[in-house]
């Protein structure tokens, strides 16, 4: 029997400051195209091993990062993982104890390139994957190889990063600390938080129709994800769930995750001396309010849920719960800006999702995580849910434009089909005609001859 051959290792490629300005040149224009295609929309006034089983040897090629300020200086970092030099740098060391513990460890093929620089690698992933290829090739890398390192990455630090940036943050501010600090809601300050959902566009699934429908939103007319997030009057997200069907209802979202919420709004030890007067204090004596939009009509029952008043068939809002549904929305916007902030940083979030549904939750909850740390850095502003209404139209915008498609297409099955059915009902009628006429001429030849 020959004697196997031994797959190669191929070797990273030299990197050149020409070839490496060149491809990141067409990063940039792309993520530029991405975002040009924002503002422009009009929002309406109502996110191997080796053969013989040895173990291989971790090569640690030469440092990208390094190389990526040489290239393109501070601004270029900045451009590739949405942090400058220096806030990287301490991302990372809040980061490095722990993938130094799970990632690149055990039997097995090591990953040739350092933790730092896969790390950075991945925030730019993050910020400018749209697919894989056009990430990869800027670091000269194949896009499988690339896709399973990242892959591996995040298994190891998305679970820390959502544990260190999101769930601690709910154990950190309490209400009282919030209050205290001076970030407590304008108009509701015994509402702790606010829940919005957000919706991401996604392919469609494969399967039946039963299979598929659940992920077809009906607001959007596309197939996708919904994800529920909790955020803080300060701008810090606290909690994010798995990802469910677009077609699912937000108020399902929220009963699903209804252990998070009653937790979040239990009032602590440190919570004692602030007064609460608010709405329904009496029925919830323990519990601060959540904030919630109109799609939440009902949960008042369950929990202490401030929603806006809806307004009856034929019977027009009152000016006062017209002011009041105001006061909400003033309040409430703080989720919108966070969503606006994730969609405009993390280009993983804001493109369709392309990739296996299982992976979904991996990378979202670590946007989330460094959305916190960016928020921290700089401050939600009014910009970022404007942003965020921007990137929702563009969604029914791409919704009704696969709608008009879809009925020019039957349409023109339509056309097409009764003209098929015209042509063979002329056809038939001709024949029958001929027909007819060739039995009269028969009879007429045998009377003649009688």
């Not at 792309?30 to 053969?51: F, G, L, M, T, Y």
């Not at 399902?252 to 004692?272: G, L, S, T, Y």
């Not at 008009?404 to 002329?426: G, P, S």
């Amino acid at each position: 029997m020959p004697r196997a051959q031994k797959r190669q290792d191929h070797a990273g490629e030299a990197l050149d400051e020409a070839d490496f300005r060149a491809s990141t040149a067409d990063l940039f224009q792309r993520d530029e195209r991405r975002k040009a295609k924002i503002p422009q929309v009009v929002v309406p006034d109502n996110e191997s091993d080796s053969d013989d089983g040895s173990e291989s040897i971790a090569v640690t090629l030469p440092s990208v990062y390094e190389f990526c300020l040489r290239a393109e200086g501070p601004e270029g970092a900045l451009k590739f993982s949405k942090f400058a030099p220096e806030e990287f740098e301490q991302l990372w060391t809040v980061v490095y104890p722990h993938v130094k513990e799970h990632w690149n460890v055990g039997r097995g093929k090591k990953c040739r390139y350092a933790a730092r620089y896969v790390f950075f690698m991945t925030l730019t992933t993050l910020k400018h994957l749209g697919k894989w290829d056009i990430v990869s090739r800027v670091f000269k890398i194949p896009p499988s190889s690339f896709q399973k390192m990242v892959r591996r990455f995040m298994d190891a630090a998305s679970p820390f990063l959502y544990e260190a940036f999101v769930e601690s943050i709910n154990d950190k501010w309490t209400l009282g600390k919030i209050v205290r600090s001076g970030h407590a809601f304008q108009n509701f300050p015994y509402a702790r938080y606010a829940t919005d959902v957000t919706f991401q566009q996604a392919n469609k699934p494969a399967g039946n129709m039963n299979e598929i429908k659940p992920y077809y939103s009906g607001k959007h007319h596309l197939y996708g994800y919904k994800v529920e997030v909790s955020v803080l009057p300060n701008g810090l997200a606290i909690n994010c769930t798995d990802h469910t069907g677009g077609s699912t209802h937000d108020a399902a979202i929220f009963k699903d995750n209804v252990a998070f919420h009653a937790r979040a709004m239990r009032k602590q030890e440190d919570d004692r001396g602030l007064r609460d007067e608010g709405r329904l204090h009496e029925v919830y004596p323990k519990d601060w309010a959540v904030l919630v939009d109109k799609g939440y009509q009902g949960m008042a029952r369950e929990c202490r849920a401030i929603h806006p008043v809806k307004s009856k068939r034929l019977q027009p809002l009152s000016l006062e719960d017209a002011c009041y549904n105001d006061k909400l929305a003033r309040d409430r916007v703080i989720v919108e800006n966070f969503f606006g902030r994730l969609k405009t940083l993390w280009g993983i979030c804001s493109d369709k999702w392309r990739f296996d549904e299982a992976s979904y939750d991996l990378y979202f909850r670590a946007c989330v995580a460094l959305t916190n740390v960016h928020v921290r850095l700089r401050p939600l502003r009014g910009d970022d849910g404007k942003d965020y209404s921007k990137y929702d139209a563009r969604l029914c915008e791409i919704g009704t434009e696969l709608l008009e498609k879809q009925k020019k297409k039957r349409k023109r099955y339509q056309a097409n089909r009764a003209a098929r059915l015209c042509t063979a009902y002329r056809r038939r009628t001709s024949y029958y005609s001929s027909v007819s006429v060739g039995s009269e001429d028969v009879d007429s030849d045998a009377e003649t001859r009688l």
